[in-house]
């Protein structure tokens, strides 16, 4: 079974099973109520691909933190790099819970074959009624990443990473007693950073030294956008891409070029 059959068994059972005959027939206000609160994470692999997870909150706490049949999705696939749900020590794509509560962490598990650059995004939320900050806990690092506005790109060796990356909703919900926690700025400062801001399609681009020029390339090589003459270390440039979803962003600095590619 693909991932889109997991997806709409997932979506369809949540919303079969929580719902009894009395409330199935009740207003659609009600039945609205009883809509999984949805979050969409997205795991770019170090060779390009992503991996769609999706958590679910189902506000009469009809599913659990544990396996839930007809609400949990095992990860059935073999890919040589992938990022799941963690539940009882087994892999899932699709995890559903009880109400959301911003208290709660779930974790991820990462598992790479190969080294190179990964991102992990927030896709989307569906039918909260006001708006929440989901965040990206780096356990080793001890940082928080406000995935609302910003994307966590790392370079990562191979290897099986079970206890370095959480999901939470608060600054909060984890801590490390031995270090401070670090904000969302100081956690991106690097010496060079792009990312693309989906809530607001904007690329953000920072660096140590000033920016002269910005080049865009689409996957296949063909440079869609050039910015030049920019000369600032922070540059925020609206950018509406509706037919490539992956691109190349160039950065030229005195000292050279920075590439990078980037989910828009």
Partial sequence: MNKLTYLY??????LFF??????ANSSESAV?????????????????????????????????DGVDFGYDALNLDNYPDDMSWIIDNQAYVIQGVGAFDETKQYPLGMFLSNSGNIEIALDQLENFDNPIDVYLYDAENNTHTLLNEFDFQ????????LNRFIITFNQNSVSN??????????QTKEATSIT??????????TSNQNITQIEIYNIIGKRIGQFPNINRKEFKLPLYIN???YGIVKIYTRNGQTSKKVVF
């Fill in 32 to 64: 609205a109520f009883n809509q999984p609160q949805l979050v969409r994470i997205d795991f770019t692999m170090p060779n390009g691909y992503v991996r769609h997870l999706l958590l679910g909150f189902t506000p009469d706490n009809a599913a659990t």
């Fill in 177 to 186: 007693p031995n270090q401070d926690l670090l904000s969302v700025q100081d």
């Fill in 154 to 161: 790392k370079n990562m060796t191979e290897g099986n990473y």
């Fill in 243 to 245: 037919k490539e979803r």
């Fill in 196 to 205: 693309y801001l989906r809530n607001t399609k904007e690329l953000r681009c």
């Fill in 18 to 23: 929580s719902l009894t005959p009395a409330i």
């Fill in 9 to 14: 068994t997932w979506v369809f059972g949540a």
